[in-house]
């Protein structure tokens, strides 16, 4: 196992450029929103959401959106803006992006949807919007169907255990006639190079994080996850992506009456350490050049 250099919040942001923008990336629960906030408030800035779930306004507990007390603190934009039946992609939040860079004092951009931090640093390919009907074909199609129709290139870049990152490919390619690989390489130049920026990838150990999740989503249930779920069962469809959100699912079938609430408990967790395996997986292989902090520091 590599070797971890314990660092405080303070410490990193000691070393953070306060006049150039910020990007914190991080699996789920590692303390991403709380080192935004610590930078906001000694240097100044806008917090700015790069979490796919985060966006929808349904869910402040459940995707553990920043408190309305955090959201007092310093400004927070993109958190909880889009309505869950609106198809809201990574070409979405990357054009809201682009004015908050055009209008706001010093972005301070947080999150763990990594597409979002390639498309802002690597640029994002101008695929044309998939029809309906091939977006309604590819549910009816297993992962396997998928992969093996995918052209070489576009399954050798991407990850091929991430149902949407496939369903994706699939879309794009049965749409266009051309590889999601080959689109991206015709990518425009990105928004926000990483050179014009602090990058920091939060580093945390899986033992630590696994104990975190489980505290976090227990507080979800205290402070009333249940009752946001609930508030949506009439017009659920998971089909929806703000629907599929992780915890959702487990919670509506405990109110559907097909589990118990300590199964929905139990599957979320687990659904939720997945998450954060894949998401760490993602910064080890695309962060090797930001900072790295290790939030054991501060506990």
Not at 4 to 25: C, G, K, Q, W, Y
Not at 100 to 127: C, E, K, N, S
């Amino acid at each position: 196992m590599p070797h971890r250099t314990l660092m405080s919040a303070n410490a990193i942001v000691a070393r953070v450029d306060p006049l150039a923008p910020v990007l914190i990336a991080g699996p789920t629960a590692s303390g991403k929103s709380a080192l935004a906030l610590a930078i906001a408030e000694q240097q100044g800035g806008v917090i700015v959401n790069a979490d796919a779930s985060q966006v929808y306004d349904c869910w402040r507990l459940i995707s553990a959106r920043p408190s309305e007390k955090e959201e007092m603190l310093a400004p927070h934009t993109l958190y909880g803006h889009v309505a869950a039946d609106v198809l809201y992609s990574v070409g979405h939040w990357l054009r809201e992006v682009s004015l908050v860079l055009a209008q706001a004092d010093r972005p301070i951009i947080v999150g763990g949807t990594g597409l979002y931090f390639m498309a802002l640093t690597q640029g994002l390919a101008d695929v044309p919007a998939i029809p309906d009907a091939v977006r309604k074909a590819a549910r009816c199609m297993s992962l396997d169907q998928m992969i093996a129709t995918l052209d070489p290139e576009t399954r050798q870049r991407i990850d091929l255990n991430n149902p949407m990152r496939v369903q994706r490919a699939w879309q794009v390619l049965t749409s266009t006639g051309r590889g999601l690989a080959d689109w991206q390489d015709s990518t425009p130049p990105p928004l926000l190079p990483l050179n014009s920026c602090t990058a920091i990838a939060v580093d945390a150990d899986k033992d630590w994080l696994n104990a975190r999740i489980i505290r976090r989503f227990d507080q979800m249930l205290d402070q009333g996850a249940l009752t946001e779920v609930e508030a949506v069962r009439p017009s659920y469809d998971p089909d929806l992506p703000a629907h599929r959100a992780i915890g959702v699912p487990e919670l509506m079938g405990y109110l559907e009456g097909t589990t118990t609430l300590e199964t929905a408990r139990d599957n979320a967790i687990i659904s939720t350490r997945q998450y954060a395996k894949r998401q760490r997986t993602w910064l080890r292989k695309n962060t090797g050049d930001w900072l790295k902090y290790t939030p054991q520091a501060d506990s």
